[in-house]
Protein backbone atom coordinates (compact mmCIF):
# COMPACT_ATOMS: atom_id res chain seq x y z
CA UNK A 1 0.00 0.00 0.00
CA UNK A 2 1.11 3.53 -0.68
CA UNK A 3 2.12 5.74 1.92
CA UNK A 4 3.69 9.15 2.63
CA UNK A 5 5.38 10.43 5.32
CA UNK A 6 6.09 14.02 6.39
CA UNK A 7 8.39 13.79 9.51
CA UNK A 8 8.52 17.24 10.42
CA UNK A 9 4.99 18.01 12.60
CA UNK A 10 6.00 22.19 12.40
CA UNK A 11 8.84 24.31 11.28
CA UNK A 12 9.46 27.65 12.14
CA UNK A 13 12.22 30.24 10.05
CA UNK A 14 12.89 33.94 9.71
CA UNK A 15 11.31 36.08 6.75
CA UNK A 16 13.07 36.04 4.13
CA UNK A 17 14.81 32.49 4.75
CA UNK A 18 15.01 29.67 2.84
CA UNK A 19 12.84 26.48 4.23
CA UNK A 20 13.28 23.25 3.23
CA UNK A 21 9.73 20.94 3.94
CA UNK A 22 10.65 17.19 3.65
CA UNK A 23 8.18 13.81 2.34
CA UNK A 24 8.84 10.55 1.60
CA UNK A 25 6.46 7.90 0.19
CA UNK A 26 6.43 4.36 -0.92
CA UNK A 27 5.02 2.32 -3.87
CA UNK A 28 5.67 0.02 -6.25
CA UNK A 29 4.18 1.92 -9.14
CA UNK A 30 7.03 3.21 -11.34
CA UNK A 31 4.90 6.09 -13.13
CA UNK A 32 2.99 8.37 -10.48
CA UNK A 33 2.55 12.09 -9.38
CA UNK A 34 3.02 14.28 -6.22
CA UNK A 35 1.78 17.07 -5.00
CA UNK A 36 2.33 19.46 -2.46
CA UNK A 37 -0.60 21.14 -0.95
CA UNK A 38 -0.75 24.60 1.27
CA UNK A 39 -3.47 25.24 4.04
CA UNK A 40 -4.11 28.42 5.34
CA UNK A 41 -6.35 28.90 8.10
CA UNK A 42 -8.93 29.48 5.79
CA UNK A 43 -8.70 26.03 5.29
CA UNK A 44 -8.53 25.82 1.87
CA UNK A 45 -5.99 23.55 0.11
CA UNK A 46 -4.49 25.41 -2.31
CA UNK A 47 -2.05 23.70 -4.78
CA UNK A 48 1.26 24.52 -4.80
CA UNK A 49 3.22 22.50 -7.11
CA UNK A 50 3.21 19.12 -8.66
CA UNK A 51 5.79 16.71 -10.12
CA UNK A 52 5.11 13.71 -12.94
CA UNK A 53 7.81 10.84 -11.59
CA UNK A 54 8.45 10.28 -15.34
CA UNK A 55 10.09 13.99 -15.74
CA UNK A 56 13.33 14.28 -14.07
CA UNK A 57 13.49 17.87 -14.08
CA UNK A 58 12.07 18.97 -11.24
CA UNK A 59 9.22 21.16 -10.70
CA UNK A 60 9.25 25.29 -10.19
CA UNK A 61 6.57 27.24 -9.06
CA UNK A 62 8.12 31.04 -8.58
CA UNK A 63 9.41 30.50 -5.15
CA UNK A 64 8.90 27.40 -4.80
CA UNK A 65 10.70 24.25 -5.96
CA UNK A 66 11.42 20.44 -5.54
CA UNK A 67 13.83 18.04 -5.35
CA UNK A 68 12.85 14.60 -6.47
CA UNK A 69 14.57 12.34 -5.94
CA UNK A 70 12.70 9.12 -7.20
CA UNK A 71 15.02 6.61 -6.19
CA UNK A 72 15.12 7.20 -2.42
CA UNK A 73 11.35 8.13 -2.83
CA UNK A 74 11.83 11.49 -1.83
CA UNK A 75 10.18 14.76 -2.53
CA UNK A 76 11.13 17.58 -0.66
CA UNK A 77 9.53 21.21 -1.30
CA UNK A 78 11.60 24.58 -1.35
CA UNK A 79 10.39 28.03 -0.09
CA UNK A 80 12.79 30.86 -0.99
CA UNK A 81 12.61 33.66 0.16
CA UNK A 82 9.76 33.43 2.64
CA UNK A 83 6.92 35.52 3.43
CA UNK A 84 4.60 35.92 6.15
CA UNK A 85 1.98 34.88 3.63
CA UNK A 86 3.49 31.55 3.53
CA UNK A 87 2.60 30.55 7.06
CA UNK A 88 0.48 27.58 6.36
CA UNK A 89 0.03 23.59 6.99
CA UNK A 90 1.69 21.69 3.85
CA UNK A 91 0.86 18.49 3.31
CA UNK A 92 2.51 15.93 0.57
CA UNK A 93 -0.05 13.70 -1.37
CA UNK A 94 1.04 10.72 -3.90
CA UNK A 95 -1.84 10.41 -6.46
CA UNK A 96 -2.99 6.79 -6.52
CA UNK A 97 -4.66 5.81 -9.64
CA UNK A 98 -5.70 8.90 -11.46
CA UNK A 99 -7.49 10.09 -9.02
CA UNK A 100 -6.90 9.12 -5.40
CA UNK A 101 -4.81 11.18 -3.06
CA UNK A 102 -2.90 9.63 -0.51
CA UNK A 103 -2.04 12.12 2.25
CA UNK A 104 0.76 12.85 4.92
CA UNK A 105 -0.23 14.18 8.02
CA UNK A 106 1.31 17.63 7.41
CA UNK A 107 4.16 20.17 8.19
CA UNK A 108 3.14 22.98 9.63
CA UNK A 109 4.91 25.68 8.59
CA UNK A 110 5.38 29.48 10.89
CA UNK A 111 7.48 32.47 9.13
CA UNK A 112 8.06 34.88 11.39
CA UNK A 113 8.29 38.59 11.02
CA UNK B 1 -14.56 32.40 -11.95
CA UNK B 2 -16.14 31.02 -8.83
CA UNK B 3 -13.98 28.44 -7.26
CA UNK B 4 -15.83 25.37 -4.81
CA UNK B 5 -18.07 26.09 -2.29
CA UNK B 6 -18.84 24.17 0.76
CA UNK B 7 -21.63 24.53 3.10
CA UNK B 8 -22.72 25.32 5.86
CA UNK B 9 -19.09 26.48 7.13
CA UNK B 10 -19.48 25.21 10.40
CA UNK B 11 -21.56 22.52 11.76
CA UNK B 12 -22.28 21.22 15.17
CA UNK B 13 -24.98 18.33 15.62
CA UNK B 14 -25.76 15.91 18.55
CA UNK B 15 -24.81 12.27 18.83
CA UNK B 16 -27.28 10.32 16.53
CA UNK B 17 -28.49 12.96 14.64
CA UNK B 18 -28.18 12.96 11.05
CA UNK B 19 -26.49 15.64 9.01
CA UNK B 20 -25.94 16.65 5.51
CA UNK B 21 -23.27 18.37 3.73
CA UNK B 22 -23.15 20.23 0.37
CA UNK B 23 -20.63 20.98 -2.66
CA UNK B 24 -20.72 23.39 -5.44
CA UNK B 25 -18.03 22.26 -7.69
CA UNK B 26 -16.46 24.85 -10.18
CA UNK B 27 -18.78 25.31 -13.06
CA UNK B 28 -17.67 22.75 -15.51
CA UNK B 29 -15.38 20.56 -13.59
CA UNK B 30 -17.22 16.89 -13.90
CA UNK B 31 -14.75 15.03 -11.29
CA UNK B 32 -15.59 15.37 -7.68
CA UNK B 33 -14.39 14.10 -4.38
CA UNK B 34 -15.07 14.27 -0.70
CA UNK B 35 -12.07 13.89 1.85
CA UNK B 36 -12.75 13.86 5.50
CA UNK B 37 -9.36 15.47 7.68
CA UNK B 38 -9.37 14.78 11.54
CA UNK B 39 -7.52 16.85 13.81
CA UNK B 40 -3.92 16.73 13.15
CA UNK B 41 -3.96 14.50 10.12
CA UNK B 42 -4.07 14.23 6.70
CA UNK B 43 -6.67 13.76 4.11
CA UNK B 44 -8.53 10.70 3.82
CA UNK B 45 -10.49 9.85 0.37
CA UNK B 46 -14.21 9.13 1.16
CA UNK B 47 -15.62 9.09 -2.49
CA UNK B 48 -15.09 10.04 -6.31
CA UNK B 49 -17.81 11.19 -8.92
CA UNK B 50 -17.15 11.06 -12.43
CA UNK B 51 -20.01 11.72 -14.63
CA UNK B 52 -22.53 9.63 -15.15
CA UNK B 53 -20.86 6.64 -13.98
CA UNK B 54 -20.88 4.67 -10.83
CA UNK B 55 -19.21 6.62 -7.96
CA UNK B 56 -15.77 4.92 -6.42
CA UNK B 57 -17.25 4.43 -2.74
CA UNK B 58 -14.07 2.27 -1.61
CA UNK B 59 -13.32 5.23 1.48
CA UNK B 60 -16.29 5.38 3.16
CA UNK B 61 -15.83 4.70 6.10
CA UNK B 62 -19.48 3.12 7.33
CA UNK B 63 -22.41 2.76 6.08
CA UNK B 64 -23.44 5.72 8.09
CA UNK B 65 -21.56 7.67 5.00
CA UNK B 66 -23.30 8.00 2.00
CA UNK B 67 -23.39 10.41 -0.88
CA UNK B 68 -24.92 11.64 -4.18
CA UNK B 69 -24.62 13.88 -7.11
CA UNK B 70 -27.73 15.69 -8.43
CA UNK B 71 -27.52 16.73 -12.40
CA UNK B 72 -23.55 16.51 -12.43
CA UNK B 73 -23.36 19.13 -10.51
CA UNK B 74 -24.23 19.68 -6.81
CA UNK B 75 -23.16 16.72 -4.05
CA UNK B 76 -24.60 16.14 -0.65
CA UNK B 77 -22.61 14.06 1.66
CA UNK B 78 -24.82 12.64 3.96
CA UNK B 79 -23.99 10.85 7.59
CA UNK B 80 -26.55 8.97 9.51
CA UNK B 81 -26.99 8.37 13.18
CA UNK B 82 -23.68 10.87 14.15
CA UNK B 83 -20.94 9.47 16.56
CA UNK B 84 -18.47 11.70 18.27
CA UNK B 85 -15.34 10.10 15.88
CA UNK B 86 -17.02 11.36 13.08
CA UNK B 87 -15.94 15.07 14.13
CA UNK B 88 -13.84 16.58 11.16
CA UNK B 89 -13.35 18.95 8.64
CA UNK B 90 -15.29 17.61 5.25
CA UNK B 91 -13.57 18.75 1.94
CA UNK B 92 -15.22 18.42 -1.17
CA UNK B 93 -12.99 18.76 -4.43
CA UNK B 94 -13.57 19.44 -8.15
CA UNK B 95 -11.64 18.56 -11.32
CA UNK B 96 -12.11 18.82 -15.43
CA UNK B 97 -13.01 15.22 -15.48
CA UNK B 98 -11.08 15.02 -19.06
CA UNK B 99 -9.10 11.72 -17.89
CA UNK B 100 -5.59 11.52 -17.16
CA UNK B 101 -4.09 13.15 -14.38
CA UNK B 102 -5.89 16.29 -13.09
CA UNK B 103 -5.05 19.21 -10.18
CA UNK B 104 -7.80 18.92 -7.80
CA UNK B 105 -9.24 22.58 -6.44
CA UNK B 106 -10.65 22.20 -2.97
CA UNK B 107 -13.24 24.06 -1.27
CA UNK B 108 -13.05 25.61 2.03
CA UNK B 109 -14.90 22.65 3.70
CA UNK B 110 -17.11 22.21 6.23
CA UNK B 111 -16.31 21.69 10.33
CA UNK B 112 -18.69 19.16 11.75
CA UNK B 113 -18.15 18.54 15.80
CA UNK B 114 -20.72 15.94 17.01
CA UNK B 115 -21.33 16.42 20.97
Known amino acids: AQTVTQSQPEMSVQEAETVTLSCTYD???????LFWYKQPPSRQMILVIR????KQQNATENRFSVNFQKAAKSFSLKISDSQLGDTAMYFC??????????WGAGTKLIIKP | GAGVSQSPSNKVTEKGKDVELRCDPI?????LYWYRQSLGQGLEFLIYFQGNSAPDKSGLPSDRFSAERTGGSVSTLTIQRTQQEDSAVYLCASSLGRGGTETQYFGPGTRLLVL
Open chain 2, 27 to 31: SGHTA
Open chain 1, 27 to 33: TSENNYY
Open chain 1, 51 to 54: QEAY
Open chain 1, 93 to 102: AFMRGRYQLI
